[in-house]
């Protein structure tokens, strides 16, 4: 896994919202490839893109039992992969986080959380009919479903935000398996 700094983040320090956002949205940023969380994340990203992919061509009118078949497998798989990025991740932060004794522990690990986060992204994309990623319009140019995927997208990262300075100031430790 990368170890060098990636736009101003040490290789041993967890990642900002904004970093994480800019590499769910841009595939060929070569500073994601800088941080393991950072790639993983985007992973993550194209795991959900694919799987969405999947689970629209299976539910396609007309679509035959083996192009069904076909594409639940593709889903296990692609399910099969995220697990594994997830604990990328989760390895990651076992090995890079320190972690203080007696401060609270949340109840999901960071790949847990940046999986999440992942699919929301996509969500959020998917609501206003992009396939390739763009920045958030306004918000009053969004129909209902757009501004709802937007709006949890926008709650998660607060939360990811609130996490990573919890941790960062030991008032929270992540699980680490």
């Given at each position: 896994m990368p170890t060098e700094y990636a736009a101003g983040i040490g290789a041993d320090e967890l990642p900002s919202p904004s970093a994480l956002l800019r590499a769910?949205?841009?595939?060929?940023?070569?500073?994601?490839?800088r941080h393991c969380v950072l790639a993983a994340g985007?992973?993550?990203?194209?795991?959900?893109e694919h799987r969405r992919?999947?689970?629209?061509?299976?539910?396609?009118?007309?679509?035959?039992?083996?192009?069904?078949?076909?594409?639940?497998?593709?889903?296990d798989d692609l399910d099969a992969h995220r697990t594994e990025l997830v604990g990328h991740i989760d390895?990651?932060?076992?090995?890079?986080?320190?972690?203080?004794t007696g401060a609270s522990l949340h109840t999901e690990t960071l790949g847990a959380v940046i999986d999440r986060m992942a699919a929301k992204w996509v969500a959020a994309q998917d609501a206003l009919g992009m396939?390739?990623?763009?920045e958030p319009p306004h918000p009053l140019q969004l129909d209902d479903d757009a501004q709802l995927?937007?709006?949890?997208?926008?709650?998660?990262?607060?939360?990811?935000?609130?996490?990573?300075?919890d941790v960062t100031e030991h008032r929270r430790r992540l699980p680490v398996w």
């Open positions: 769910f949205r841009e595939a060929n940023d070569p500073n994601r490839h985007r992973e993550l990203v194209e795991c959900h992919n999947a689970v629209q061509a299976a539910h396609a009118p007309g679509a035959s039992s083996g192009c069904v078949a076909q594409c639940l497998q593709l889903v390895n990651w932060v076992a090995n890079n986080v320190q972690h203080r396939s390739a990623p763009i995927q937007w709006s949890r997208l926008a709650e998660l990262a607060d939360g990811y935000k609130d996490l990573v300075t």
